[in-house]
């Protein structure tokens, strides 16, 4: 006897789910292969209906929220119990790729049409969401329709953000729902049973390891730093180096110091020294003022806590004579996903026949704030060379298919209980 | 007996000199009190004007060559002798201060006015020259109208260059030109007795032994280099450390080696990296791209040759996986000023009872390219703690007065040679 969730995914449609990506991708495409559909913009809002487009024509409801997060519902057999949701995000940096975040919401999808083609029956609702903003690249921050959906953000707080054109927030966002006006509303935060969320990798270590999923287990802690280096600009043919105040240097003393604490044989810790700016940045003249990004992650609070701690007055005792000040910016514990929902995607592969491996996620998700509010999990299919937010992203149709696949296993599994 | 010498000394008048100074200041004043007045700006146009009114209200014939060089004569007994050359430059850094070339050009004019109150005859005519461009800030290359002037570079090579507002060289050299149509026109490159330049040091040495003048040997050689480093961009969160190639950690091994080869317990090697600039410049990035620049000095050809041919190589080995290009972009050597006026400086230095010492110039200046066609020196006074290109720039009335002093015993004894 067939159960109903192997029914379920012996429905994915692999060569589907590949056009709708490729669909998706030309909203907003870039000359380059890449994808730059930033949130609330009008290829987002293309996005959004074209979505709704797909969903109304098979029958699914669609409703949105104040913030723009875009729910597809096949309803389940006991519609008012809490629904399981799955999706991920349709922006996507200026600079970004096909799957990352498309990914999760097409999956998603793919998994109500699998359902309907096959006439699966579900208890709960499943929902796919679409959730606005995660990019954080045109409004900061990122992962704003999941954090504010969880409670975490008040809406009002970020109405009044502008971006770099000087658009307010509050005024792109009634943009966005003004294009769908006929749509559905839901309030803010209605309970979830629970919350599975498809994604590429966006590293390397499914490759690495031949394995075609990951049962996340959870996302690593951050901490991010800027660092200011004062020194003293100074004519670069006449000033004698003993007298300098290169703050130039002093930040490479810095960064060379933080790289000797970050060592790390088993390669977890990521730090990562992404963002320096010189200051007059001539080639002639003694640098005067450095400002410079650290970003350390681990999956370990007590590695996040020791090391993070000594970021401060590791730069001040390689200052070099410079002034130096060292402000946290950001500092996020790490999370673990819920054992039930890691368990379920694992056992999912098995029976499906797929290589599976646990990995943590390097990489923040709207899953980081769902996690708060529902059981929730995460599973991984390789991107090549985990390369990511970049036009160069690249993923096959058969590991996207073998993810919707567990993703199916997954949401009928929990909708069932 | 007095002579003609310790008379013309006698005859600078340090408050008139002053005065020229900060209210050649006035033009092109930044709000932190340096100066922005940058080659052939309607800035560089006042001071020309300023400088023009001045000299004719004294009566001395002024004149301008095709690339604006600015020459006040006074005539001397033998007129149709080549003249002695004085001066230095009006532009400025946009960064800049009250000093850097303004100085040279009005201790050259205070001579001249002191002879003139002196009744001081000289043989030779004395000609204090305001050389364009000398800064390279807004157009490149800098010292232009010296380079020019020795037919070290044709005027037609530059006129088609632009400022970073699209404004060609041509235009805005036109434009000064015809804001004093009234000017005699020269052409460029008539002979040259002498050329003696004074000069704030713009380093500390003359403060930090306690002099008042700095005897100038010559200047020192430059190797500038740019270094371009290419790695891969990739994610900060999820992309292990032992795959990454950061090319902002390669470069800064590369800088943390060329330290290490460029260290000199005499403190005499200028190594500086004034320019660096990553791509994509964001937190949660690995850098894909880096450029930064070398500019290494040194007064031995030798240590050019040896260290400056191990830039490239050194750049190579430390690159930690990155592809980096090592591009020459300035050789220029040490030159050695005439002897007879380095002791014609120090000579008139002792009689006038002002410290002094040899000093070797760690700056460019223009008598770099006049000492190509005449026999030349240079007069350094202290600026405070050397610091120049900088709108603190700070120079004493009674130093620079001391320069003046020295500058027109100098040139009378240069003049009636």
Redesign the interface.
């Known amino acids: 006897m067939v159960t109903a969730r192997a029914r379920a995914a012996d429905g994915i449609d692999e060569a589907r789910l590949w056009q709708r990506h490729m669909a998706m991708a030309r909203l907003g495409a870039r000359g380059d292969g890449g994808v730059n559909r930033q949130a609330l913009s009008d290829e987002d809002i293309a996005a959004r209906r074209t979505l709704i487009g797909w969903a109304e024509a098979r029958g699914f409801a669609c409703a949105v929220d104040p913030i723009g997060n875009l729910f597809v519902r096949r309803a389940g057999r006991e519609p008012d119990q809490p629904p399981v949701l799955t999706g991920s995000h349709l922006d996507s940096q200026p ?1 970004g790729g096909k799957f990352d975040g498309a990914y999760g919401v097409l999956a998603g999808f793919e998994v109500l049409e699998a359902l309907e083609d096959l006439g699966v029956a579900t208890r709960r609702s499943i929902e796919a969401v679409a959730w606005t903003n995660e990019e954080g690249s045109r409004f900061q921050p990122g992962a704003m329709g999941s954090a504010a959906f969880v409670g975490r953000m008040a809406l009002g707080a970020v109405l009044d953000t502008v971006d770099r054109a000087g658009v307010r927030l509050g005024d792109a966002l009634e943009a966005t729902l003004a294009a769908t006006p006929t749509l559905a509303r839901r309030p803010l935060g209605f309970p979830v049973a629970s919350y599975v969320e498809a994604h590429i ?5 499914l490759e690495a390891e031949g394995k075609l999923i990951g049962a996340v287990t959870g996302i ?1 802690g ?1 901490r ?1 730093f800027a660092v200011e280096v004062k020194g ?12 300098r105040k ?1 703050a ?2 002093a930040a ?1 003393s810095m ?2 110091a933080l ?1 000797s604490l970050m060592a ?1 044989a088993s ?1 977890v ?10 200051s ?8 005067g003022r450095v400002f410079f ?1 650290v ?1 350390f ?1 681990h999956p370990d609070p007590a590695v996040l806590a020791r090391l993070g701690d000594r970021v401060a007055p590791v730069c001040r005792e390689h200052a070099r004579g410079c002034a130096v000040t060292v402000t946290p910016t950001f500092d996020a514990p790490p999370i673990q996903f819920e054992r039930a929902i890691v368990d379920a995607v694992s056992g999912a592969a098995a029976r499906l026949g797929l290589s599976c491996m646990d990995i943590f ?4 998700h709207d899953a980081k704030f769902v996690a708060e509010v529902a059981p929730t999990g995460m599973i991984f299919v390789p991107c090549a060379r ?5 036009p160069a992203e690249s993923a096959e149709p058969a590991h996207l298919a073998a993810g919707a696949r567990v993703l199916a296993e997954v949401l009928v599994e929990l909708a069932d209980r």
């Open positions: 600079t990798e966006q590293g390397p270590r690593q951050s991010w003293e600009e100074a004519h670069a043919g006449t000033t004698p180096l003993r007298g290169d130039l240097k490479m960064i060379g790289e790390d390669d810790v990521r730090f990562t020294v992404g963002r320096f700016d010189v007059p940045n001539s080639p002639n003249t003694v640098p990004s970003d992650r996620s390097g990489a923040f985990g390369i990511s937010h970049n």
